[in-house]
DNA sequence: TTGTAAGCGTTATCAT
DNA sequence: ATGATAACGCTTACAA
């Protein structure tokens, strides 16, 4: 390995004035730079990241933590995919490198062994949930000093840093079309209240009811899990409820192709005999079947958000708002339309 | 920040008997350990992993290198979603970290700036293709005693590292499969030759049709993108020709449904007026109207098995042949079985 | 079984 | 404008 003393050798300077040349410091004669720069190039001297790293008491290193999910894959997901996308892209530029943390059931609680070995200098942490147990796992993150910044979830009562999308805003619109377009029963397979953005939606969902006078039933409230099993399933109970749902809002894409898929099989068909759309305008939208109408989430703009915010806080680069909140759009496509066949 | 040196004074021993205890090294009395133990914890320390990595003149980071892709968000597919989490897994049980690389047009050439820096230890390169320059650049990694492995990609005569899977056998079983279902005219839509897999589909196309004694006709035989546009798009030239195909080979699920939707515009159903099958089993083929059949790749594998092939050869953990090939699994759905309406 | 001390390749401070 | 040098927190001979 080239070291920096050997280029000072070649260069006939002292080891400082290498340094200070590969930093950009400092007044300096452009001979003696360019001395240094030839010298640095004939040896092939690059600076070792680690040692910097080590002396600037700074890794570089931005941690993304992903949560534990059992028996899913997770990056097989268009929303991490996305977000991680994004961060990347924002990385990149901002000069850092991205550490990738997967999440064991075990280290659920442990969010800090990537800060207290160093390794990152400030984290990414996605999807996490609204539970006591993560409440307190990240304020002692806090008040241990070590920044982060949440994606797609919010702490209410905290003040963490956070960018997240309108998702009241955007499952308002949904509902809206879906009224819009002549439907009056409308049910809504949402996820998890411990996801801020389920709680969102549910509030989007009954502002728009209620704005059009419709009535909130509760028989026409399902949960799933994100899954398009879950979805599949809320098909059977949709189904047993026919007569009264013309209408159905998923809090994501992959549920509402379930819930399309299982109606399907019973003789429903999205577009005609009900109407469906879904959340994130993901890939499987436009490859389903009929295409499948959705809420647009910025989710890639969120990841280059969450990292511009973050280092920001760590003193690289502008530092912003703490708190981000993107706007969704509506797609429409032909599984929210009836039409006569 | 606590260090060994507080700890030692606290436990009234030298900083190297610290390093002894947490490295697990030499012969050491159970009390001398229990103190230190009991220092370290009441102080909160943890090693600084740079420090170490620094001494060490070791990262203990695996880097992860992504092509650049334009217009494409590269995460959001299957293929390299399932990879990185494969990566991931054995990364963790090796108790390396996983750095993300998401090369640039610019360092294209470049793949060596990651090791120079001193940031890794390895690379796992994903999304090679076999061009001059990029076999010009992977030997040079290997002139310079940067190790790595490459995933879903076989460079002849160079003896690299190498994760692969067994699409020669694949294809043919897909291709076999389609003939068994009475198709005759089956058409291909390949990707790009200059990825080793597109060759040896091709070369599992040939020997089922040989083999069933049906003619290899050109006009048959189309190239995509991967892409559900280009997919799409082939559906047009498919069409054309109708009457001259009854079956088409995809060589991945996003062109396959591509397909599909271009035909059933055209009013022809895959499973019923035409056969298709895709590869890589990828979600979408379970999301897609009619389900897709696919060849099933075990990406996650692959990424596992790279992982730990590369880290072999950087002396953790035990080392393995330097080629590897895992095999695919066909997946029969209903796109590639005609019935009758 | 434990201590001593020489690195490791930088950054950053203080002189000059 | 440049040089000397003390950190930085650990690993790892070598000594005791």
Redesign the pocket.
Known sequence: ?????E??ELA?????????V??G?????P???ERVLEAANALG????A???S?????SGNLGVVLPYMPKVHLFSTYYFSEILSGIGEQVREMGYDLLLSLLTPDDELDYGRLYRS?KVDACIILGSMDTPSQRQSLLHLQENGHPFCLVNQRFEGLDFLEVDADHVEGSYQAVRHLIDEGNRQIAFLNGSPQYSNSRDRWLGYQRAMLEAGLPINSELLLEGNYSRKSGYEAAAKLWEMRGRVDAVFAANDRMAIGVMQGLRERGWMAGREFAVIGCDDSDAAKLSDPPLSSIAVPFFEMGKGASRLVLASVGQGVSEEGQVQLSTQLRIRQSSIKRQY
């Open positions: 390995m080239v070291t920096r003393k280029v000072a006939n300077v002292s080891e400082a004035t290498v340094s200070r590969f930093n410091l400092g007044p300096m004669k001979a003696t730079k001297y690059h600076p070792n680690i040692a910097q080590f002396a600037r008491r700074r160093q």
